[in-house]
Every structure is written in structure tokens, then in C-alpha cells.
């Protein structure tokens, strides 16, 4: 069974930085591509951010600039280095995962909260 575990959430006032961490534990064979989705109050969930096994990464008009994914060296894991933080960041933030023959897989979510 995949696990995903995500981590970095939190309240930060407007200017700020956050950083996100989602790690897969279980057994397999090959992560196709990482990305991270959030989801507002009364809004659809939306990618943020994604990276392909490659490390081609493409991010959301609205954060291009200010976010950055990345995977980490252990290679099950992604972050996401969020700067320059504004209210409208403000959301549930899920990571999610493509894992070869096993399909999608999506962790809790994490609350981010930005004051202005």
C-alpha cells in the first residue's frame, strides 16, 4: 500500500515562505511524475505544480515565479518552496503522485494559511 505523507503547512503573513514536503512510502517500482493541487473554500482543486521522472516542471500562471517544485534526492519525495506568499495562496494544498501500474495517489492535504 502507497502512503503519502505531506508535511510544512502553516500561518504566514503576506511576504512570507513556506516550504512543502510529501514523502511515498510502500512498495514500488517507478514515480512517473510529482505535483501538488490545493483547493479554496468553495473551489474546485487545481494544480499548482508538477515534475515529471525527468525533471521537467511546469507550474500555474499564478504562481510562476514565487513557487518551486522540486524532487528530493531519496527520489520518493517533492517539495514545494513557496515565496513571496500572497492571501489568495491561501488554501488546502494535496500532493499527489503517479506511481507506474499502480495509478494516483494523493495524500491528506495540508493547510495553508496566508495573512495579509
Known amino acids: 500500500q502507497v502512503q503519502l505523507v505531506e508535511s510544512g503547512g502553516g500561518l504566514v503573513q503576506a511576504g512570507g515562505s513556506l516550504r512543502l514536503s510529501c514523502a511515498a512510502s510502500?512498495?514500488?517500482?517507478?514515480?512517473?511524475?510529482m505535483g501538488w493541487y490545493r483547493q479554496a473554500p468553495g473551489r474546485p482543486r487545481d494544480l499548482v505544480a508538477a515534475?515529471?521522472?525527468?525533471?521537467?516542471?511546469n507550474y500555474v500562471d499564478s504562481v510562476k515565479g514565487r513557487f518551486t517544485i522540486s524532487r528530493g534526492n531519496a527520489k520518493n519525495t517533492v517539495y514545494l518552496q513557496m515565496n513571496s506568499l500572497k492571501p489568495e495562496d491561501t488554501a488546502v494544498y494535496y500532493c499527489?503522485?503517479?506511481?507506474?501500474?499502480?495509478?494516483?495517489?494523493w495524500g491528506q492535504g495540508t493547510q495553508v494559511t496566508v495573512s495579509s
Open positions: 510502500g512498495s514500488f517500482f517507478r514515480l512517473n511524475y
Open positions: 515534475i515529471s521522472s525527468s525533471g521537467s516542471a
Open positions: 499527489t503522485m503517479g506511481i507506474a501500474t499502480m495509478g494516483q495517489f
